[in-house]
C-alpha cells in the first residue's frame, strides 16, 4: 500500500503553497523538487495513535467451545484460526476468544483514537469498517492475504420523520447494514472468512473451494469476495425462496449454484454433509469467523454515537449469529471499558418463523424448532437456527426482549418506513413492527435512544414491494399500497388529477 501513498504531507503542502508558473511567466523558476514516496499517511488522514514502547505490539485470537463462553469456565480445549474445525469435540459450537489481557495493555482512549482515526481513509486495509478494527477481529492475518472491499462504515440514520408520526420518538436511529458491497451486513463476516480462506491457502492447505447454504443475502457476499480472492465458491439454495435479484448475485460473480428442491434448513444440513466429506470451507453462521466482522457493526455504532450507548438496538433473527454478533461487539467494547455498559437487545422474527420467539415465549423452558413457512422476509424464514444458544445467551445477558411480526405487520411497517423517505427491506420491517409493538406496551419509552438494524437493501426485494403496492397480496389489505393513478393525456384530466391529490394533503 506503500507505493499508492504518492504524497507525503509536507510534500503536499509545500508543492500547494508555491506560487502557479502561470502567474510569473517572466521568471526563471527553479526545477520541481523531487517528491519521494513514503508510507506516511495522506494529508486527510490523521496521524495514527501510537502505543507506548512498554506495551505489546502483537495480539492473538483463537477457537475455544463456545460452552466455556456462556459458563464462564475455562478449557483446555482451544484451536487454532488456521485449524479447519467448526464444532468442538462434544459436537457443540465454537467461539472465536481473543487475548484480552493483551489488549487490555491499551486504554479505552488509545482504542477510541485509533479506531477514528482510520475512518474514511484509504488506507489498506483500514478504511473498511471491519478491518478498521483489525486488533479487535483477526489480529495475526498479513494485510496481503486480506480480501476486502471497504465494506461497513454505513450509515446510521436519523429516523426523525417515521419515529415522530408513528412512534411518537425523537431520538430513533436506523443503520443501514444494506448500503454495502452486496447490500447486506453479510458482507462483513464473509470478508473476514474469506481472507481467512485466502491466507490458508496461500499456507497450501488443501481447500478447493467455500461453499454455504443461504437464503440469498449469504451466498451474495460469498460470490463476490470469493470471486475477488480467485476461489471457487459453491452456493446451495432453496428452490423459488429467494428473490431474483438475490439469486442473480451468485450468478453474475460465478459462482456454482445449486438449486434445491428443500428449504433452507434442508440446504443447511446438505451442506454440512459435503463439507464433511470435501476440502470445501463451510461459510455458514456455524462457522464462528463470521461474527467476528459482524461485530463491528456493533462498535461502529458506539463510534457515530461519540462513543454513547443507546437503551436499545433492535434486530431481526433468522439463523440467530447476528445477534450473538451485536453482543459481542458490545461486550468487548464494555470489558476494554470503551463504555460502561452495553444496550438493551431485541431479536425480532417473523411470525412464519419463529422458533426463537416461541422459547422465549415459554421461558426459556424447551427450545423446538419449527417448520418455516414461506414469509417476505426470506432471508430470515430459519426454522432450526443454528445459532439458538449464542442468540440466547446474548438474550438473558442484554436483559434482552424477542418479539414477532406477522407478515401484514411487517409489510405495512416496511410501506410506513417508505412513506417517510427509506426504501427498506421486510427484514427491517420486522424489526420496525416490533419496535411499534414494543412502544405500544410501554416496553420502550418515548425518549429512549433506539436503533433499528437494517440488514439488506430494499431494492433485492422490489417485487415484494411492487406485490404490496398492486395490492396483488392474497388475504392482506396493503391499507398504505400507493398505486399509480392512470389517465389520459388530456390536460384537463390531468389538473383534475392533480388537484384531487393536492386536496388530499
Same mark, same amino acid.
Not at 427509506?422 to 424489526?431: D, L
Given at each position: 500500500?506503500?507505493?499508492?501513498?504518492?504524497?507525503?504531507?509536507?510534500?503536499?503542502?509545500?508543492?500547494?503553497?508555491?506560487?502557479?508558473?502561470?502567474?510569473?511567466?517572466?521568471?526563471?523558476?527553479?526545477?520541481?523538487?523531487?517528491?519521494?514516496?513514503? &508510507?506516511?499517511?495522506?494529508?486527510?488522514? =490523521?496521524?495514527?495513535?501510537?502505543?507506548?514502547?512498554?506495551?505489546?505490539?502483537?495480539?492473538?485470537?483463537?477457537?475455544?467451545?463456545?460452552?466455556?463462553?456462556?459458563?464462564?469456565? =475455562?478449557?483446555?480445549?482451544?484451536?487454532?484460526?488456521?485449524?479447519?474445525?467448526?464444532?468442538?469435540?462434544?459436537?457443540?459450537?465454537?467461539?472465536?476468544?481473543?487475548?484480552?489481557?493483551?489488549? $487490555?495493555?491499551?486504554?479505552?482512549?488509545?482504542?477510541?483514537?485509533?479506531?477514528?482515526?482510520?475512518? #474514511?481513509?484509504?488506507?489498506?486495509?483500514?478504511?473498511?469498517?471491519?478491518?478498521?478494527?483489525?486488533?479487535?477481529?483477526?489480529?495475526?492475518?498479513?494485510?496481503?492475504?486480506?480480501?476486502?472491499?471497504?465494506?461497513?462504515?454505513?450509515?446510521?440514520?436519523?429516523?426523525?420523520?417515521? #419515529? $415522530?408520526?408513528?412512534?411518537?420518538?425523537?431520538?430513533?436511529?436506523?443503520?443501514?447494514?444494506?448500503?454495502?458491497?452486496?447490500?447486506?451486513?453479510?458482507?462483513?463476516?464473509?470478508?473476514?472468512?474469506?481472507?481467512?480462506?485466502?491466507?490458508?491457502?496461500?499456507?497450501?492447505?488443501?481447500?478447493? #473451494?467455500?461453499?454455504? &447454504?443461504?437464503?440469498?443475502?449469504?451466498?451474495?457476499?460469498?460470490?463476490?469476495?470469493?470471486?475477488?480472492?480467485?476461489?471457487?465458491?459453491?452456493? !446451495?439454495?432453496?428452490?423459488?425462496?429467494?428473490?431474483?435479484?438475490?439469486?442473480?448475485?451468485?450468478?453474475?460473480?460465478?459462482?456454482?449454484?445449486?438449486?434445491?428442491?428443500?428449504? !433452507?434448513?434442508?440446504?443447511?444440513?446438505?451442506?454440512?454433509?459435503?463439507?464433511?466429506?470435501?476440502?470445501?470451507? *463451510?461459510?455458514?453462521?456455524?462457522?464462528?469467523?463470521?461474527?467476528?466482522?459482524?461485530?463491528? &457493526? +456493533?462498535?461502529?455504532?458506539?463510534?457515530?454515537?461519540?462513543?454513547?450507548?443507546?437503551?436499545?438496538?433492535?434486530?431481526?433473527?433468522?439463523?440467530?449469529?447476528?445477534?450473538?454478533?451485536?453482543?459481542?461487539?458490545?461486550?468487548?467494547?464494555?470489558?476494554?471499558?470503551?463504555?460502561?455498559?452495553?444496550?438493551?437487545?431485541?431479536?425480532?422474527?417473523?411470525?412464519?418463523?419463529?422458533?426463537?420467539?416461541?422459547?422465549?415465549?415459554?421461558?426459556?423452558?424447551?427450545?423446538? =424448532?419449527?417448520? &418455516?413457512?414461506?414469509? !417476505?422476509?426470506?432471508?430470515?424464514?430459519?426454522?432450526?437456527?443454528?445459532?439458538?444458544?449464542?442468540?440466547? !445467551?446474548?438474550?438473558?445477558?442484554?436483559?434482552?426482549?424477542?418479539?414477532?411480526?406477522?407478515?401484514?405487520?411487517?409489510?405495512?411497517?416496511?410501506? *410506513?418506513?417508505?412513506?417517510? #423517505?427509506?426504501?427498506?427491506?421486510?427484514?427491517?420491517?420486522? +424489526?420496525?413492527?416490533?419496535?411499534?409493538?414494543?412502544?405500544?406496551?410501554?416496553?420502550?419509552?418515548?425518549?429512549?435512544?433506539?436503533?433499528?438494524?437494517?440488514?439488506?437493501?430494499?431494492?433485492?426485494?422490489?417485487?415484494?414491494?411492487?406485490?404490496?403496492?398492486?395490492?396483488?397480496?392474497?388475504?392482506?389489505?396493503?391499507?398504505?399500497?400507493?398505486?399509480?393513478?392512470?389517465?389520459?393525456?388530456?390536460?384537463?384530466?390531468?389538473?383534475?388529477?392533480?388537484?384531487?391529490?393536492?386536496?388530499?394533503?
Amino acid at each position: 500500500m506503500a507505493s499508492t501513498q504518492l504524497l507525503n504531507s509536507s510534500s503536499l503542502l509545500s508543492k500547494s503553497s508555491s506560487p502557479s508558473p502561470r502567474h510569473h511567466r517572466h521568471r526563471h523558476l527553479k526545477p520541481p523538487q523531487t517528491i519521494t514516496c513514503t &508510507a506516511t499517511p495522506s494529508i486527510t488522514s =490523521p496521524p495514527l495513535p501510537q502505543p507506548s514502547p512498554s506495551l505489546p505490539t502483537t495480539f492473538s485470537a483463537k477457537y475455544v467451545p463456545f460452552t466455556s463462553i456462556s459458563t464462564n469456565t =475455562p478449557t483446555p480445549e482451544s484451536y487454532s484460526l488456521d485449524d479447519v474445525v467448526y464444532r468442538s469435540r462434544d459436537g457443540g459450537l465454537l467461539d472465536v476468544q481473543h487475548d484480552m489481557d493483551a489488549l $487490555k495493555q491499551y486504554d479505552a482512549v488509545y482504542w477510541k483514537s485509533l479506531f477514528d482515526s482510520r475512518v #474514511g481513509t484509504t488506507r489498506w486495509p483500514y478504511g473498511s469498517g471491519v478491518w478498521s478494527k483489525k486488533e479487535w477481529v483477526l489480529p495475526e492475518i498479513d494485510n496481503d492475504d486480506i480480501i476486502s472491499a471497504f465494506e461497513g462504515n454505513s450509515n446510521l440514520f436519523w429516523a426523525e420523520r417515521f #419515529g $415522530k408520526k408513528f412512534l411518537g420518538m425523537n431520538d430513533l436511529w436506523v443503520k443501514h447494514c444494506g448500503i454495502s458491497h452486496t447490500g447486506s451486513f453479510k458482507d462483513l463476516g464473509m470478508t473476514v472468512l474469506v481472507s481467512q480462506v485466502n491466507r490458508l491457502r496461500k499456507m497450501n492447505r488443501p481447500l478447493v #473451494g467455500v461453499g454455504c &447454504a443461504s437464503t440469498g443475502d449469504t451466498s451474495a457476499a460469498l460470490s463476490a469476495y470469493c470471486a475477488a480472492a480467485n476461489i471457487p465458491s459453491i452456493v !446451495f439454495l432453496p428452490a423459488n425462496r429467494i428473490s431474483m435479484a438475490q439469486l442473480v448475485q451468485p450468478i453474475a460473480n460465478g459462482a456454482f449454484v445449486l438449486s434445491i428442491d428443500t428449504d !433452507f434448513d434442508g440446504c443447511m444440513k446438505l451442506i454440512r454433509q459435503i463439507t464433511a466429506e470435501l476440502p470445501i470451507y *463451510l461459510a455458514n453462521s456455524l462457522n464462528s469467523l463470521r461474527l467476528e466482522g459482524q461485530k463491528t &457493526a +456493533a462498535i461502529e455504532i458506539l463510534q457515530q454515537f461519540d462513543w454513547e450507548v443507546p437503551d436499545c438496538v433492535i434486530i431481526p433473527g433468522g439463523n440467530l449469529g447476528n445477534i450473538y454478533a451485536f453482543y459481542k461487539g458490545f461486550k468487548m467494547c464494555e470489558e476494554l471499558g470503551l463504555v460502561d455498559k452495553i444496550p438493551r437487545l431485541v431479536c425480532a422474527q417473523a411470525e412464519n418463523a419463529n422458533p426463537l420467539f416461541q422459547y422465549y415465549r415459554s421461558g426459556w423452558k424447551e427450545f423446538k =424448532p419449527v417448520k &418455516a413457512n414461506t414469509t !417476505f422476509a426470506s432471508a430470515i424464514q430459519i426454522g432450526d437456527p443454528v445459532s439458538i444458544d449464542r442468540a440466547v !445467551f446474548a438474550l438473558k445477558n442484554s436483559n434482552g426482549i424477542v418479539e414477532e411480526a406477522t407478515e401484514e405487520e411487517l409489510m405495512d411497517a416496511m410501506a *410506513l418506513a417508505d412513506s417517510t #423517505g427509506m426504501f427498506i427491506c421486510p427484514h427491517t420491517g420486522v +424489526a420496525l413492527s416490533a419496535l411499534m409493538k414494543l412502544r405500544r406496551n410501554g416496553i420502550i419509552s418515548p425518549t429512549d435512544r433506539t436503533v433499528v438494524v437494517s440488514t439488506a437493501h430494499g431494492l433485492k426485494f422490489t417485487q415484494a414491494k411492487i406485490e404490496y403496492h398492486s395490492g396483488g397480496i392474497k388475504e392482506m389489505d396493503c391499507r398504505f399500497a400507493n398505486p399509480p393513478d392512470s389517465v389520459k393525456a388530456d390536460f384537463g384530466l390531468v389538473m383534475d388529477e392533480l388537484k384531487n391529490f393536492l386536496s388530499r394533503r
